[in-house]
């Protein structure tokens, strides 16, 4: 059964009560640190270019200045593959350290709308009297979701800068919506989800939307390091007093540990999929260990063997393969960034007549398609030469080549697409056809040179195809 539902299937709100320890110190300046990132991220350029930008409407994605185009599926599969497999190696070592140090879930609601609303409530006292009285619209907790509402609308503006870019972003706030529909409609959607998720569905995203706690049983081992509750020292329980029996353990059945847990659950029963390993618990039972004058420590993080006296094994088959795997993921995407040249040049074959066309006065034409993607932080002009021309024994006056647009001009990020015409005449081609060498260069770091053949016709039987 779900902590958030009560027996009868309505939502039991969940009200931690802060521990503010050592373990929530340091989780504070994580979580601080972590937004301001976030806030700022979208402002602050490398290169010239977004630290990160997720455009779709250009489809294209910008990672620390460098700008992953539609045809770099090899370098998208390699970063996001590292993403995945460093979270999964993170998991098999630490356990859920990334829900509860630096999911975005976790670092907004108990370090940003939490604490603020506790603040309007009147702490967290004030919270659970007016959940019993039904007060659900009061004056201050009318303020607390207008407050959260606002907060919702900086997120998803911040959000929505990561999709579309600053400018793009300042341009739609300073005109009016009815010019941008579709913008307005998403940053309306998005404000709302925000609102919903923070206001309302909270700690559900964890219990209910997000997969990762699922895959907590496929990702850690015996062996991962885990927030665990000591049952060895704890067990058995009994309440403290002067009479308590000398064999029980250490837990003195306070609930602190149950009181502070976020997701509503009692750490004492060993890993759960709830758990988002958030370390509330380990600073409220600390602090009861402390007043009780015991050591501290019943609740840490620890793994499971080594509760029960095992000993710890670094190395075992997750913590090889892992490493090993991500290695060479991060390994060939550096491969691939540094000989990735700094345009993309495709050579199509045009004409939709055929794949070539006679003239009127016996020479054969063959149009050739040339498609440059500038991934430069300027505008280059790129100059294209073919050679292999006059091996087949033509003049140079026999041989020509119209060019409407050369060097073609094209703007950073930008892809633009040009035609050559080259007219040979008949005798120019064997058995139909003339390998010939077309080479592009901005000429400066770049040129690339690829083979391609002109088709013509075989022997001197007529094709039918003038004009």
């Not at 020292?233 to 029996?245: I, L, V």
């Not at 030469?385 to 060097?407: K, M």
């Amino acid at each position: 059964m779900l902590p958030t539902l009560n027996e009868d299937g309505t939502r039991r709100w969940i009200r931690p009560k802060p521990s503010h320890g050592a373990w929530w110190r340091k989780r504070q300046v994580v979580a601080y640190l972590l937004m301001a990132v976030f806030f700022a991220a979208p402002h602050l350029r490398v290169f010239g270019k977004p630290v990160f930008l997720m455009d779709l409407p250009h489809r294209q994605f910008t990672l620390m200045g460098y700008t992953f185009l539609p045809t770099d599926t090899l370098l998208l599969m390699l970063v996001m593959g590292s993403g995945v497999i460093g979270i999964f190696l993170v998991t098999a070592l630490f356990g859920r350290a990334w829900c509860g140090w630096a999911c975005p879930q976790t670092v907004y609601l108990e370090f940003l709308f939490r604490p603020i609303g506790r603040w309007f409530d009147g702490g967290y006292t004030g919270s659970r009297n007016l959940d019993k009285q039904g007060a659900w619209f009061t004056p201050r907790r009318i303020a607390k979701y207008l407050t959260f509402f606002a907060l919702a609308l900086f997120v998803s503006h911040t959000l929505l800068a990561f999709f579309v870019g600053t400018e793009q972003l300042y341009d739609w706030m300073s005109n009016p919506p009815a010019e941008h529909p579709t913008a307005f409609f998403f940053v309306v959607l998005f404000t709302g989800l925000v609102w919903f998720n923070f206001t309302y569905f909270r700690e559900q995203t964890c219990l209910i939307v997000c997969p990762y706690g699922r895959w907590q049983a496929a990702l850690i081992d015996r062996q991962s390091v885990i927030v665990a509750y000591d049952y060895v020292r704890g067990e058995p329980r009994e309440h403290a007093g002067h009479a308590r029996d000398l064999h029980a353990g250490d837990c003195i059945d306070c609930g602190a540990c149950v009181q502070t847990c976020p997701t509503g659950i009692d750490i004492r029963n060993g890993l759960q999929m709830e758990c988002v390993h958030c370390t509330q618990c380990i600073d409220a039972c600390d602090d009861i260990m402390t007043k009780i004058g015991k050591p501290t420590g019943l609740i840490r993080y620890s793994s499971q063997d080594a509760i029960a006296g095992k000993p710890r094994h670094l190395l075992r088959m997750r913590t090889i393969l892992y490493p090993v795997l991500l290695t060479i993921l991060i390994g060939g995407l550096i491969t691939a960034l540094v000989l990735k040249e700094s345009a993309d040049l495709t050579v199509l074959r045009g004409g939709l007549e055929g794949p070539f066309t006679e003239e009127a006065d016996g020479r054969v034409s063959n149009q050739i398609r040339i498609k440059i993607t500038n991934r430069g932080s300027e505008a280059m002009p790129y100059t294209v030469t073919l050679d292999g021309l006059t091996e087949a024994g033509l003049r140079p006056d026999e041989i020509t080549i119209v060019a409407p647009e050369n060097p073609l001009r094209v703007d950073a990020g930008a892809t633009r697409t040009t035609s050559l015409f080259v007219l040979l005449p008949r005798r120019g081609f064997t058995n139909g056809e003339r390998m010939i060498t077309i080479s592009v260069t901005d000429g400066r770091r770049y040129l690339e040179s690829v083979n391609y053949r002109l088709l013509g016709p075989v022997g001197n039987a007529p094709t039918g195809k003038f004009r």
